[in-house]
Protein backbone atom coordinates (compact mmCIF):
# COMPACT_ATOMS: atom_id res chain seq x y z
CA UNK A 1 0.00 0.00 0.00
CA UNK A 2 1.05 3.58 -0.64
CA UNK A 3 0.57 5.54 2.00
CA UNK A 4 -2.27 8.11 1.40
CA UNK A 5 -1.06 10.92 3.35
CA UNK A 6 2.57 11.15 1.70
CA UNK A 7 1.16 10.85 -1.87
CA UNK A 8 -0.87 13.50 -2.46
CA UNK A 9 -1.56 12.63 -6.64
CA UNK A 10 -2.90 9.64 -7.52
CA UNK A 11 -4.27 8.17 -11.14
CA UNK A 12 -7.31 7.38 -9.62
CA UNK A 13 -9.40 8.58 -6.76
CA UNK A 14 -12.17 6.21 -5.98
CA UNK A 15 -15.15 7.45 -3.70
CA UNK A 16 -16.95 4.86 -2.21
CA UNK A 17 -16.05 1.38 -0.71
CA UNK A 18 -19.40 0.02 -1.61
CA UNK A 19 -19.52 -3.20 -4.52
CA UNK A 20 -19.49 -0.29 -7.31
CA UNK A 21 -16.21 1.11 -5.46
CA UNK A 22 -14.39 -2.12 -4.00
CA UNK A 23 -14.62 -3.68 -7.27
CA UNK A 24 -13.36 -0.56 -9.09
CA UNK A 25 -9.95 0.08 -6.89
CA UNK A 26 -9.20 -3.53 -6.83
CA UNK A 27 -9.18 -3.86 -11.14
CA UNK A 28 -7.94 -0.74 -10.91
CA UNK A 29 -4.71 -2.08 -8.25
CA UNK A 30 -4.30 -5.60 -10.10
CA UNK A 31 -3.53 -3.48 -13.01
CA UNK A 32 -0.35 -1.49 -11.27
CA UNK A 33 -2.58 2.10 -11.65
CA UNK A 34 -1.89 3.86 -8.21
CA UNK A 35 -5.72 3.84 -6.83
CA UNK A 36 -6.76 5.48 -3.71
CA UNK A 37 -10.32 4.64 -2.36
CA UNK A 38 -11.75 7.31 -0.33
CA UNK A 39 -15.19 6.79 1.80
CA UNK A 40 -16.60 8.78 5.22
CA UNK A 41 -17.87 5.49 6.74
CA UNK A 42 -15.36 3.90 9.57
CA UNK A 43 -15.38 0.53 7.28
CA UNK A 44 -15.28 -0.65 4.36
CA UNK A 45 -18.65 -2.53 2.38
CA UNK A 46 -20.69 0.57 1.73
CA UNK A 47 -24.34 0.24 2.54
CA UNK A 48 -25.05 -3.57 1.63
CA UNK A 49 -21.59 -5.33 2.99
CA UNK A 50 -21.61 -2.86 6.10
CA UNK A 51 -19.74 -4.23 9.13
CA UNK A 52 -19.21 -7.07 7.12
CA UNK A 53 -15.42 -7.75 7.98
CA UNK A 54 -16.59 -8.14 11.99
CA UNK A 55 -18.82 -10.69 10.70
CA UNK A 56 -18.43 -14.33 12.14
CA UNK A 57 -18.85 -17.27 10.12
CA UNK A 58 -21.86 -19.15 11.23
CA UNK A 59 -22.67 -15.91 13.55
CA UNK A 60 -26.39 -15.18 14.57
CA UNK A 61 -25.92 -12.10 12.48
CA UNK A 62 -24.50 -13.83 9.11
CA UNK A 63 -27.82 -15.69 9.72
CA UNK A 64 -30.10 -12.63 9.71
CA UNK A 65 -28.49 -10.98 6.97
CA UNK A 66 -28.35 -13.36 5.24
CA UNK A 67 -25.79 -15.01 1.64
CA UNK A 68 -26.49 -11.94 -0.21
CA UNK A 69 -24.65 -10.00 2.59
CA UNK A 70 -22.15 -12.96 3.43
CA UNK A 71 -21.23 -12.69 -0.31
CA UNK A 72 -19.58 -9.20 0.12
CA UNK A 73 -16.85 -10.42 2.37
CA UNK A 74 -15.13 -12.22 -0.40
CA UNK A 75 -15.01 -8.72 -2.22
CA UNK A 76 -13.54 -6.64 0.82
CA UNK A 77 -11.05 -9.55 1.35
CA UNK A 78 -9.74 -9.28 -2.36
CA UNK A 79 -9.46 -5.07 -2.25
CA UNK A 80 -7.57 -5.43 1.27
CA UNK A 81 -4.96 -7.77 -0.44
CA UNK A 82 -4.78 -5.61 -3.42
CA UNK A 83 -2.07 -2.61 -3.36
CA UNK A 84 -5.10 -0.37 -3.62
CA UNK A 85 -4.63 2.74 -1.01
CA UNK A 86 -7.65 3.24 1.55
CA UNK A 87 -9.20 6.36 3.88
CA UNK A 88 -11.95 5.59 5.98
CA UNK A 89 -14.07 8.18 7.90
CA UNK A 90 -12.77 11.01 4.85
CA UNK A 91 -15.80 12.98 3.25
CA UNK A 92 -15.20 14.20 -0.22
CA UNK A 93 -16.27 17.54 -0.01
CA UNK A 94 -15.56 19.47 -3.16
CA UNK A 95 -14.03 18.84 -6.85
CA UNK A 96 -12.21 21.13 -8.88
CA UNK A 97 -12.49 20.87 -12.83
CA UNK A 98 -9.03 20.00 -12.87
CA UNK A 99 -9.92 17.20 -10.30
CA UNK A 100 -8.09 18.65 -7.12
CA UNK A 101 -10.69 16.95 -4.18
CA UNK A 102 -10.83 18.41 -1.11
CA UNK A 103 -11.87 15.82 1.26
CA UNK A 104 -11.89 15.63 5.51
CA UNK A 105 -11.12 13.28 8.05
CA UNK A 106 -12.14 14.24 11.67
CA UNK A 107 -12.73 17.64 11.35
CA UNK A 108 -9.03 18.03 9.50
CA UNK A 109 -9.45 19.21 5.59
CA UNK A 110 -6.72 18.26 3.28
CA UNK A 111 -6.22 18.25 -0.56
CA UNK A 112 -5.93 15.45 -3.13
CA UNK A 113 -4.95 15.24 -7.06
CA UNK A 114 -6.63 12.70 -9.18
CA UNK A 115 -6.38 12.16 -12.87
CA UNK A 116 -9.48 10.31 -12.99
CA UNK A 117 -12.08 10.43 -10.90
CA UNK A 118 -14.40 7.41 -10.52
CA UNK A 119 -17.58 8.35 -8.14
CA UNK A 120 -19.09 4.92 -6.43
CA UNK A 121 -21.30 7.03 -3.53
CA UNK A 122 -24.61 4.37 -4.34
CA UNK A 123 -27.63 5.28 -2.72
CA UNK A 124 -29.49 7.10 -0.01
CA UNK A 125 -33.66 6.14 0.71
CA UNK A 126 -35.92 8.10 -0.90
CA UNK A 127 -37.78 10.64 1.95
CA UNK A 128 -40.67 9.91 2.88
CA UNK A 129 -42.06 12.79 3.79
CA UNK A 130 -45.27 12.29 6.05
CA UNK A 131 -47.08 13.88 8.43
CA UNK A 132 -44.35 13.44 11.78
CA UNK A 133 -41.66 12.21 10.01
CA UNK A 134 -38.99 14.71 12.08
CA UNK A 135 -39.98 13.19 15.23
CA UNK A 136 -37.08 11.11 17.57
CA UNK A 137 -37.96 7.54 16.99
CA UNK A 138 -38.82 7.79 13.33
CA UNK A 139 -36.29 6.43 11.33
CA UNK A 140 -35.70 4.84 7.85
CA UNK A 141 -35.85 0.92 7.70
CA UNK A 142 -32.36 0.89 6.58
CA UNK A 143 -31.05 2.52 9.91
CA UNK A 144 -32.46 -0.10 11.48
CA UNK A 145 -30.62 -2.31 9.45
CA UNK A 146 -27.54 -0.65 9.85
CA UNK A 147 -28.11 -0.69 13.40
CA UNK A 148 -27.91 -4.46 13.36
CA UNK A 149 -25.10 -4.86 10.79
CA UNK A 150 -22.77 -2.36 12.56
CA UNK A 151 -23.45 -2.58 16.09
CA UNK A 152 -25.85 -5.71 16.59
CA UNK A 153 -27.92 -3.78 18.02
CA UNK A 154 -32.04 -4.43 17.77
CA UNK A 155 -35.11 -2.20 18.83
CA UNK A 156 -36.70 -3.56 21.85
CA UNK A 157 -39.72 -1.64 21.62
CA UNK A 158 -42.51 -1.71 19.79
CA UNK A 159 -41.54 -0.99 16.33
CA UNK A 160 -43.83 -0.03 13.00
CA UNK A 161 -42.22 -0.50 9.75
CA UNK A 162 -44.30 1.21 6.34
CA UNK A 163 -43.59 1.26 3.28
CA UNK A 164 -43.01 -1.17 0.00
CA UNK A 165 -40.21 -2.55 -2.44
CA UNK A 166 -37.72 -5.46 -2.23
CA UNK A 167 -35.34 -3.96 0.51
CA UNK A 168 -38.80 -3.07 2.88
CA UNK A 169 -39.38 -6.91 2.78
CA UNK A 170 -35.97 -8.16 2.80
CA UNK A 171 -35.11 -5.32 5.60
CA UNK A 172 -38.82 -6.58 7.32
CA UNK A 173 -37.43 -10.31 7.08
CA UNK A 174 -34.07 -9.27 8.71
CA UNK A 175 -35.59 -8.02 11.54
CA UNK A 176 -37.93 -10.60 12.00
CA UNK A 177 -35.09 -12.97 12.14
CA UNK A 178 -33.38 -10.71 14.77
CA UNK A 179 -36.15 -11.31 16.98
CA UNK A 180 -37.23 -7.24 16.73
CA UNK A 181 -40.58 -6.79 18.36
CA UNK A 182 -42.62 -6.09 15.04
CA UNK A 183 -46.01 -4.12 16.29
CA UNK A 184 -47.31 -4.20 12.55
CA UNK A 185 -46.04 -4.03 8.74
CA UNK A 186 -48.01 -1.35 6.58
CA UNK A 187 -47.94 -2.23 3.14
CA UNK A 188 -48.06 1.23 0.80
CA UNK A 189 -47.52 -1.12 -2.22
CA UNK A 190 -50.90 -1.00 -4.47
CA UNK A 191 -52.32 -4.12 -5.69
CA UNK A 192 -52.90 -2.45 -9.33
CA UNK A 193 -49.39 -2.36 -10.07
CA UNK A 194 -49.22 -5.99 -10.73
CA UNK A 195 -51.37 -5.37 -13.67
CA UNK A 196 -49.01 -2.95 -15.08
CA UNK A 197 -45.77 -4.96 -14.12
CA UNK A 198 -47.19 -7.54 -16.48
CA UNK A 199 -45.55 -6.92 -19.44
CA UNK A 200 -41.86 -6.52 -17.55
CA UNK A 201 -42.07 -10.42 -16.66
CA UNK A 202 -40.77 -11.72 -19.97
CA UNK A 203 -37.22 -10.07 -19.36
CA UNK A 204 -37.47 -10.76 -15.51
CA UNK A 205 -37.57 -14.35 -16.61
CA UNK A 206 -34.26 -14.11 -17.95
CA UNK A 207 -30.53 -13.82 -16.78
CA UNK A 208 -30.11 -13.75 -12.74
CA UNK A 209 -33.35 -12.58 -13.03
CA UNK A 210 -35.41 -15.94 -11.64
CA UNK A 211 -33.05 -15.96 -8.46
CA UNK A 212 -34.21 -12.36 -7.80
CA UNK A 213 -38.01 -12.85 -8.02
CA UNK A 214 -37.75 -16.38 -5.90
CA UNK A 215 -35.72 -14.71 -3.16
CA UNK A 216 -38.41 -12.32 -3.14
CA UNK A 217 -41.42 -14.68 -3.02
CA UNK A 218 -39.68 -16.48 -0.35
CA UNK A 219 -39.79 -13.26 1.45
CA UNK A 220 -43.15 -12.12 1.01
CA UNK A 221 -44.09 -15.95 2.35
CA UNK A 222 -42.36 -15.34 5.20
CA UNK A 223 -43.84 -12.33 6.26
CA UNK A 224 -46.97 -13.48 5.61
CA UNK A 225 -46.78 -16.78 7.88
CA UNK A 226 -44.89 -14.05 10.36
CA UNK A 227 -48.03 -13.82 12.10
CA UNK A 228 -47.34 -10.02 12.21
CA UNK A 229 -50.47 -7.75 12.14
CA UNK A 230 -50.12 -6.86 8.29
CA UNK A 231 -51.71 -3.71 6.73
CA UNK A 232 -51.80 -3.58 3.16
CA UNK A 233 -52.50 -0.60 0.99
CA UNK A 234 -52.02 1.87 3.61
CA UNK A 235 -52.27 5.53 3.11
CA UNK A 236 -52.62 8.86 4.73
CA UNK A 237 -49.67 7.52 7.35
CA UNK A 238 -49.47 9.97 10.01
CA UNK A 239 -47.04 10.03 12.96
CA UNK A 240 -48.13 11.26 15.87
CA UNK A 241 -45.82 12.07 19.65
CA UNK A 242 -44.72 14.96 20.99
CA UNK A 243 -41.02 15.15 21.81
CA UNK A 244 -40.73 11.24 19.97
CA UNK A 245 -42.78 9.27 18.34
CA UNK A 246 -46.00 7.54 20.41
CA UNK A 247 -48.44 6.27 17.70
CA UNK A 248 -49.05 6.17 13.98
CA UNK A 249 -52.55 6.80 12.46
CA UNK A 250 -53.52 5.46 8.70
CA UNK A 251 -56.14 4.42 6.22
CA UNK A 252 -56.31 0.76 4.96
CA UNK A 253 -58.86 -0.12 2.40
CA UNK A 254 -61.83 2.27 4.16
CA UNK A 255 -60.99 2.01 7.15
CA UNK A 256 -59.09 4.26 9.32
CA UNK A 257 -56.43 2.57 12.33
CA UNK A 258 -54.56 3.62 14.97
CA UNK A 259 -51.46 2.16 16.49
CA UNK A 260 -49.13 2.73 19.71
CA UNK A 261 -45.50 2.48 18.03
CA UNK A 262 -42.17 3.00 19.78
CA UNK A 263 -40.02 3.35 16.61
CA UNK A 264 -41.30 4.05 13.18
CA UNK A 265 -38.98 2.82 10.26
CA UNK A 266 -40.09 3.75 6.43
CA UNK A 267 -39.07 3.33 3.52
CA UNK A 268 -39.93 3.55 0.04
CA UNK A 269 -36.88 2.47 -2.30
CA UNK A 270 -33.73 4.11 -3.03
CA UNK A 271 -32.78 6.95 -4.90
CA UNK A 272 -28.93 7.51 -6.69
CA UNK A 273 -27.08 10.08 -4.52
CA UNK A 274 -26.86 13.04 -7.18
CA UNK A 275 -25.42 15.82 -5.21
CA UNK A 276 -21.55 15.49 -6.11
CA UNK A 277 -22.34 14.87 -9.84
CA UNK A 278 -24.72 17.80 -9.46
CA UNK A 279 -22.21 19.86 -7.59
CA UNK A 280 -19.51 18.78 -10.69
CA UNK A 281 -22.35 19.78 -13.42
CA UNK A 282 -22.69 17.12 -15.18
CA UNK A 283 -25.40 16.64 -17.08
CA UNK A 284 -28.55 14.68 -14.90
CA UNK A 285 -31.97 13.65 -16.50
CA UNK A 286 -35.18 12.17 -14.97
CA UNK A 287 -35.74 8.78 -15.31
CA UNK A 288 -39.50 7.93 -15.31
CA UNK A 289 -39.49 4.37 -14.28
CA UNK A 290 -37.17 4.56 -11.15
CA UNK A 291 -38.94 8.34 -10.42
CA UNK A 292 -35.66 9.64 -9.73
CA UNK A 293 -32.94 11.76 -11.51
CA UNK A 294 -29.33 10.23 -12.38
CA UNK A 295 -26.52 11.22 -13.86
CA UNK A 296 -25.92 10.56 -17.67
CA UNK A 297 -23.00 8.04 -18.47
CA UNK A 298 -21.97 5.58 -21.01
CA UNK A 299 -21.21 1.90 -21.15
CA UNK A 300 -17.91 3.19 -18.83
CA UNK A 301 -19.48 5.46 -16.43
CA UNK A 302 -18.54 7.99 -18.04
CA UNK A 303 -20.04 11.54 -17.29
CA UNK A 304 -20.71 14.67 -19.72
CA UNK A 305 -17.49 16.04 -17.62
CA UNK A 306 -13.91 14.73 -18.76
CA UNK A 307 -12.28 11.99 -16.70
CA UNK A 308 -15.00 12.38 -13.82
CA UNK A 309 -17.33 8.75 -13.87
CA UNK A 310 -20.08 7.33 -11.80
CA UNK A 311 -20.37 3.51 -11.25
CA UNK A 312 -23.28 1.85 -9.21
CA UNK A 313 -26.18 3.15 -7.83
CA UNK A 314 -25.13 6.50 -8.03
CA UNK A 315 -25.59 6.44 -11.44
CA UNK A 316 -29.29 4.69 -11.63
CA UNK A 317 -30.29 2.00 -8.92
CA UNK A 318 -28.59 -1.05 -10.37
CA UNK A 319 -28.49 -3.08 -6.98
CA UNK A 320 -25.15 -4.59 -5.46
CA UNK A 321 -24.07 -6.84 -7.60
CA UNK A 322 -25.10 -4.80 -10.53
CA UNK A 323 -22.81 -2.06 -9.13
CA UNK A 324 -19.78 -3.98 -8.60
CA UNK A 325 -19.99 -4.72 -12.80
CA UNK A 326 -20.56 -1.54 -13.20
CA UNK A 327 -17.15 -0.70 -10.52
CA UNK A 328 -15.34 -3.28 -13.43
CA UNK A 329 -16.64 -1.11 -16.34
CA UNK A 330 -15.73 2.18 -14.89
CA UNK A 331 -12.41 0.81 -14.16
CA UNK A 332 -11.80 -0.34 -17.32
CA UNK A 333 -12.74 2.88 -18.58
CA UNK A 334 -10.33 4.88 -16.75
CA UNK A 335 -7.58 2.44 -17.61
CA UNK A 336 -8.31 3.35 -21.29
CA UNK A 337 -8.38 6.52 -20.68
CA UNK A 338 -4.99 6.57 -18.75
CA UNK A 339 -3.59 4.94 -21.83
CA UNK A 340 -2.68 2.17 -19.91
CA UNK A 341 -4.86 -0.32 -22.44
CA UNK A 342 -5.84 -0.03 -25.80
CA UNK A 343 -9.54 -0.53 -27.16
CA UNK A 344 -9.09 -3.86 -27.47
CA UNK A 345 -7.63 -5.23 -24.45
CA UNK A 346 -10.40 -3.35 -22.60
CA UNK A 347 -13.12 -4.64 -24.76
CA UNK A 348 -11.39 -7.88 -23.65
CA UNK A 349 -11.25 -7.04 -20.25
CA UNK A 350 -15.02 -5.82 -20.12
CA UNK A 351 -16.61 -8.30 -21.71
CA UNK A 352 -17.62 -10.60 -18.60
CA UNK A 353 -18.72 -7.58 -16.90
CA UNK A 354 -21.47 -6.59 -19.23
CA UNK A 355 -22.54 -9.93 -19.32
CA UNK A 356 -22.81 -10.18 -15.91
CA UNK A 357 -24.20 -6.96 -15.51
CA UNK A 358 -27.04 -7.00 -18.33
CA UNK A 359 -27.80 -10.63 -16.43
CA UNK A 360 -28.40 -9.21 -12.95
CA UNK A 361 -30.66 -5.93 -14.26
CA UNK A 362 -32.84 -8.07 -15.87
CA UNK A 363 -35.52 -8.25 -12.85
CA UNK A 364 -34.97 -4.51 -12.50
CA UNK A 365 -37.66 -3.19 -14.88
CA UNK A 366 -40.76 -5.20 -13.18
CA UNK A 367 -39.39 -4.71 -9.56
CA UNK A 368 -40.08 -0.58 -10.11
CA UNK A 369 -42.84 -1.13 -12.02
CA UNK A 370 -44.05 -3.34 -9.23
CA UNK A 371 -43.30 -0.33 -6.89
CA UNK A 372 -43.63 3.01 -7.84
CA UNK A 373 -43.44 5.64 -4.67
CA UNK A 374 -46.88 6.50 -4.40
CA UNK A 375 -48.24 10.07 -5.05
CA UNK A 376 -48.51 11.40 -1.18
CA UNK A 377 -44.86 10.73 -1.20
CA UNK A 378 -43.75 12.49 -4.12
CA UNK A 379 -45.91 15.50 -4.24
CA UNK A 380 -46.72 15.72 -0.40
CA UNK A 381 -49.73 17.69 1.03
CA UNK A 382 -49.47 21.02 1.78
CA UNK A 383 -48.94 21.08 5.56
CA UNK A 384 -46.14 17.93 5.46
CA UNK A 385 -42.22 19.55 6.04
CA UNK A 386 -40.39 18.13 2.93
CA UNK A 387 -37.00 20.29 4.20
CA UNK A 388 -36.88 18.94 7.66
CA UNK A 389 -33.46 21.13 8.02
CA UNK A 390 -35.24 24.69 7.22
CA UNK A 391 -38.65 23.29 8.61
CA UNK A 392 -40.10 24.47 4.82
CA UNK A 393 -43.54 22.43 4.25
CA UNK A 394 -44.67 21.20 0.83
CA UNK A 395 -47.29 23.90 0.69
CA UNK A 396 -44.84 27.00 0.81
CA UNK A 397 -43.06 25.20 -1.83
CA UNK A 398 -46.39 24.53 -4.09
CA UNK A 399 -47.09 28.10 -3.45
CA UNK A 400 -43.55 29.15 -5.23
CA UNK A 401 -43.96 26.85 -7.85
CA UNK A 402 -47.64 28.41 -8.72
CA UNK A 403 -46.05 31.74 -9.08
CA UNK A 404 -43.37 30.20 -11.56
CA UNK A 405 -40.65 29.79 -9.55
CA UNK A 406 -37.72 27.74 -9.85
CA UNK A 407 -35.71 25.79 -7.10
CA UNK A 408 -32.99 28.50 -6.53
CA UNK A 409 -35.75 31.26 -6.53
CA UNK A 410 -37.41 28.74 -3.53
CA UNK A 411 -33.83 28.55 -2.11
CA UNK A 412 -33.48 32.28 -1.35
CA UNK A 413 -37.11 32.84 -0.78
CA UNK A 414 -37.97 29.97 1.31
CA UNK A 415 -33.91 28.62 2.34
CA UNK A 416 -35.30 25.08 1.48
CA UNK A 417 -32.13 22.75 0.81
CA UNK A 418 -29.82 25.56 2.58
CA UNK A 419 -29.19 23.81 5.70
CA UNK A 420 -26.75 21.14 6.82
CA UNK A 421 -27.94 18.14 4.36
CA UNK A 422 -27.84 20.54 1.42
CA UNK A 423 -31.06 19.68 -0.23
CA UNK A 424 -30.12 15.92 0.22
CA UNK A 425 -33.85 15.04 1.62
CA UNK A 426 -36.25 17.52 -0.35
CA UNK A 427 -34.39 17.79 -3.59
CA UNK A 428 -36.54 15.17 -5.33
CA UNK A 429 -39.86 16.31 -3.54
CA UNK A 430 -39.49 19.94 -4.96
CA UNK A 431 -38.84 19.14 -7.90
CA UNK A 432 -41.76 16.95 -8.28
CA UNK A 433 -43.69 19.74 -7.00
CA UNK A 434 -42.46 22.26 -9.19
CA UNK A 435 -43.08 19.63 -12.13
CA UNK A 436 -46.43 18.48 -10.77
CA UNK A 437 -47.40 22.64 -10.08
CA UNK A 438 -46.73 22.69 -14.22
CA UNK A 439 -48.12 19.68 -15.28
CA UNK A 440 -44.72 17.76 -16.86
CA UNK A 441 -42.08 15.33 -15.79
CA UNK A 442 -39.86 16.77 -13.44
CA UNK A 443 -36.71 18.49 -15.35
CA UNK A 444 -33.02 18.03 -14.65
CA UNK A 445 -33.64 22.24 -13.99
CA UNK A 446 -36.30 21.75 -11.39
CA UNK A 447 -33.25 20.46 -8.98
CA UNK A 448 -31.27 22.91 -6.90
CA UNK A 449 -27.97 23.87 -8.11
CA UNK A 450 -25.21 22.36 -5.10
CA UNK A 451 -22.78 23.98 -4.48
CA UNK A 452 -19.21 23.17 -2.70
CA UNK A 453 -18.89 22.19 -0.12
CA UNK A 454 -20.91 19.18 -0.08
CA UNK A 455 -20.68 19.27 3.45
CA UNK A 456 -21.03 21.84 5.64
CA UNK A 457 -16.97 22.39 6.39
CA UNK A 458 -15.73 24.85 9.13
CA UNK A 459 -13.63 27.82 9.27
CA UNK A 460 -11.34 26.07 11.29
CA UNK A 461 -11.27 22.82 8.93
CA UNK A 462 -10.33 24.96 6.07
CA UNK A 463 -7.53 26.77 8.15
CA UNK A 464 -6.05 22.93 8.54
CA UNK A 465 -5.59 23.08 4.76
CA UNK A 466 -3.59 26.55 4.81
CA UNK A 467 -0.79 24.60 7.15
CA UNK A 468 -0.85 21.63 4.89
CA UNK A 469 -0.36 23.54 1.91
CA UNK B 1 -35.05 1.48 23.63
CA UNK B 2 -32.00 -0.65 21.89
CA UNK B 3 -30.78 -4.18 23.04
CA UNK B 4 -27.35 -5.47 21.69
CA UNK B 5 -28.44 -9.11 20.09
CA UNK B 6 -27.96 -11.85 22.40
CA UNK B 7 -27.40 -14.68 20.55
CA UNK B 8 -24.08 -13.13 19.20
CA UNK B 9 -20.89 -14.21 20.18
CA UNK B 10 -18.40 -12.38 22.43
CA UNK B 11 -15.11 -11.80 20.59
CA UNK B 12 -15.90 -8.86 18.74
CA UNK B 13 -17.74 -7.49 21.62
CA UNK B 14 -14.55 -5.47 23.46
CA UNK B 15 -16.04 -2.88 25.30
CA UNK B 16 -15.04 1.09 25.38
CA UNK B 17 -15.92 3.83 27.73
CA UNK B 18 -16.72 6.79 26.53
CA UNK B 19 -18.95 10.14 28.11
CA UNK B 20 -22.01 11.80 27.24
CA UNK B 21 -22.31 14.98 28.80
CA UNK B 22 -20.11 13.88 31.34
CA UNK B 23 -22.29 10.47 31.95
CA UNK B 24 -19.73 7.45 31.60
CA UNK B 25 -20.90 5.45 29.25
CA UNK B 26 -19.99 2.16 27.61
CA UNK B 27 -20.15 1.00 23.98
CA UNK B 28 -19.04 -1.60 21.40
CA UNK B 29 -16.22 -1.60 19.61
CA UNK B 30 -17.27 -0.62 15.88
CA UNK B 31 -20.22 1.24 16.91
CA UNK B 32 -20.53 4.35 15.49
CA UNK B 33 -21.07 7.46 17.48
CA UNK B 34 -24.61 7.67 16.81
CA UNK B 35 -25.15 3.83 17.51
CA UNK B 36 -23.32 3.85 20.93
CA UNK B 37 -25.51 6.86 21.65
CA UNK B 38 -28.83 4.80 20.87
CA UNK B 39 -27.53 2.05 22.68
CA UNK B 40 -27.30 4.05 25.59
CA UNK B 41 -31.03 5.44 25.79
CA UNK B 42 -30.08 9.03 23.87
CA UNK B 43 -33.00 9.58 21.25
CA UNK B 44 -32.84 12.81 21.05
CA UNK B 45 -29.82 14.34 19.90
CA UNK B 46 -30.66 17.72 18.71
CA UNK B 47 -32.93 20.94 18.92
CA UNK B 48 -33.61 21.94 15.07
CA UNK B 49 -32.56 25.77 15.24
CA UNK B 50 -35.50 26.37 12.59
CA UNK B 51 -38.20 23.79 13.75
CA UNK B 52 -36.99 24.44 17.61
CA UNK B 53 -37.90 20.94 18.19
CA UNK B 54 -35.84 17.83 18.85
CA UNK B 55 -34.53 15.75 16.49
CA UNK B 56 -32.24 12.55 16.76
CA UNK B 57 -30.89 10.00 13.80
CA UNK B 58 -32.74 9.35 11.02
CA UNK B 59 -30.76 7.57 8.05
CA UNK B 60 -27.51 6.56 10.18
CA UNK B 61 -26.05 6.98 7.02
CA UNK B 62 -24.72 10.46 6.71
CA UNK B 63 -27.55 12.09 4.57
CA UNK B 64 -30.02 13.66 7.23
CA UNK B 65 -27.30 15.57 9.73
CA UNK B 66 -29.95 15.21 12.58
CA UNK B 67 -27.36 13.77 14.27
CA UNK B 68 -24.81 16.45 14.57
CA UNK B 69 -22.95 16.29 17.94
CA UNK B 70 -20.33 17.61 19.86
CA UNK B 71 -17.37 15.47 19.49
CA UNK B 72 -14.04 15.89 21.36
CA UNK B 73 -14.74 19.68 21.27
CA UNK B 74 -15.56 19.90 17.95
CA UNK B 75 -19.40 20.44 17.28
CA UNK B 76 -21.63 19.59 14.45
CA UNK B 77 -19.85 16.21 13.96
CA UNK B 78 -21.97 13.36 12.02
CA UNK B 79 -22.49 11.23 15.01
CA UNK B 80 -23.62 7.82 12.61
CA UNK B 81 -19.88 8.42 10.91
CA UNK B 82 -17.76 8.66 13.47
CA UNK B 83 -16.48 5.25 15.38
CA UNK B 84 -16.29 6.03 18.61
CA UNK B 85 -13.16 5.88 20.69
CA UNK B 86 -12.24 5.28 24.27
CA UNK B 87 -12.24 8.61 26.38
CA UNK B 88 -13.99 10.20 23.65
CA UNK B 89 -15.95 13.09 25.21
CA UNK B 90 -19.37 13.83 23.31
CA UNK B 91 -21.99 16.38 24.61
CA UNK B 92 -25.76 16.44 23.18
CA UNK B 93 -26.22 20.44 23.70
CA UNK B 94 -30.01 19.41 25.64
CA UNK B 95 -31.83 22.43 24.54
CA UNK B 96 -29.17 23.91 23.18
CA UNK B 97 -28.40 24.54 19.26
CA UNK B 98 -25.62 22.18 17.51
CA UNK B 99 -25.01 23.98 14.13
C1 LIG C 1 -29.47 2.03 3.98
C2 LIG C 1 -29.39 1.10 2.81
C3 LIG C 1 -29.36 -0.28 3.01
C4 LIG C 1 -29.29 -1.14 1.94
N1 LIG C 1 -29.26 -2.48 2.19
C5 LIG C 1 -29.24 -3.35 1.15
C6 LIG C 1 -29.27 -4.76 1.36
O1 LIG C 1 -29.30 -5.22 2.50
N2 LIG C 1 -29.29 -5.57 0.30
C7 LIG C 1 -29.25 -5.08 -0.98
O2 LIG C 1 -29.27 -5.87 -1.94
N3 LIG C 1 -29.19 -3.75 -1.21
C8 LIG C 1 -29.20 -2.89 -0.19
N4 LIG C 1 -29.20 -1.54 -0.42
C9 LIG C 1 -29.12 -1.09 -1.80
C10 LIG C 1 -27.62 -0.95 -1.98
O3 LIG C 1 -27.22 0.34 -1.59
C11 LIG C 1 -27.01 -1.17 -3.24
O4 LIG C 1 -27.57 -1.97 -4.15
C12 LIG C 1 -25.49 -1.29 -3.19
O5 LIG C 1 -24.95 -1.14 -1.91
C13 LIG C 1 -24.99 -0.24 -4.10
O6 LIG C 1 -23.63 -0.27 -4.14
P1 LIG C 1 -22.77 1.00 -4.52
O7 LIG C 1 -21.37 0.53 -4.55
O8 LIG C 1 -23.32 1.64 -5.72
O9 LIG C 1 -22.97 2.05 -3.35
P2 LIG C 1 -22.98 1.92 -1.72
O10 LIG C 1 -22.90 0.54 -1.28
O11 LIG C 1 -24.11 2.74 -1.30
O12 LIG C 1 -21.63 2.64 -1.32
C14 LIG C 1 -21.43 4.03 -1.45
C15 LIG C 1 -20.39 4.48 -0.48
O13 LIG C 1 -20.03 5.82 -0.80
C16 LIG C 1 -19.76 6.51 0.37
N5 LIG C 1 -19.94 7.96 0.11
C17 LIG C 1 -21.04 8.58 -0.38
N6 LIG C 1 -20.81 9.90 -0.49
C18 LIG C 1 -19.54 10.12 -0.06
C19 LIG C 1 -18.72 11.29 0.06
N7 LIG C 1 -19.14 12.51 -0.30
N8 LIG C 1 -17.47 11.14 0.56
C20 LIG C 1 -17.00 9.91 0.91
N9 LIG C 1 -17.74 8.78 0.80
C21 LIG C 1 -18.98 8.88 0.32
C22 LIG C 1 -20.74 5.96 1.36
O14 LIG C 1 -20.25 6.10 2.67
C23 LIG C 1 -20.85 4.49 0.95
O15 LIG C 1 -20.04 3.66 1.74
C24 LIG C 1 -29.25 -0.63 0.64
C25 LIG C 1 -29.29 0.75 0.44
C26 LIG C 1 -29.35 1.61 1.49
C27 LIG C 1 -29.39 3.09 1.24
S1 LIG D 1 -28.32 10.02 11.15
FE1 LIG D 1 -28.57 10.92 9.21
S2 LIG D 1 -26.66 11.91 8.96
FE2 LIG D 1 -26.36 10.85 10.77
Known sequence: MTDPVTNPHWDVVVIGAGPAGLAAATLLAEQKTSVLLVDEQPEPGGQIYRGIER??????????????????????????????????????WHVTPKLELFVSRGGVAETLQASQLILATGAMERAVPVAGWTLPGVVTAGALQILLKSSGLVADQPVILAGSGPLFYL?????????????????????????????????????AGPGYLSKGVKLMRALRQSGVPTYRGVEDLQILGENRV?????????????????????????????????????????????????????????????????????????????????????????????????SARRDRLASAEMRALEAHMTARPLLD????????????????????????????????????????????????????CQGRLCGDTVAQIIADTRGTAPRPSDYYNIRAPLKPVSIGEISTLGERR | MFTRLTQDSAASDQTIEFTVNDRKVVAR???????????????????????????????????????????????????????????????????????
Open chain 1, 246 to 342: SEVQFRSGKRKHRLKAGIVALHEGVVPMVNATRMLGCEHTWDDRQHAFHPVTDTWGATSHAGIRVAGDAAGIVGARGAEHQGGLAAVGALHDLGRID
Open chain 1, 369 to 420: RLYPPRAEIKTPGDDIVVCRCENVTAGAVRQLATQGLGPNQMKAALRCGMGP
Open chain 1, 55 to 92: LQAGSAKAHILGEDYVYGADLVRRFRSSAASYRPETSL
Open chain 2, 29 to 99: MGDTVAAALLAAGEMQFRISPSADKPRGPYCMMGVCFECLVTIDGRAGRQACLTAVKSGMQVIIPEGGRND
Open chain 1, 171 to 207: LATQCLAAGVPIAALLDTAKARHMFGAIGALPRALTG
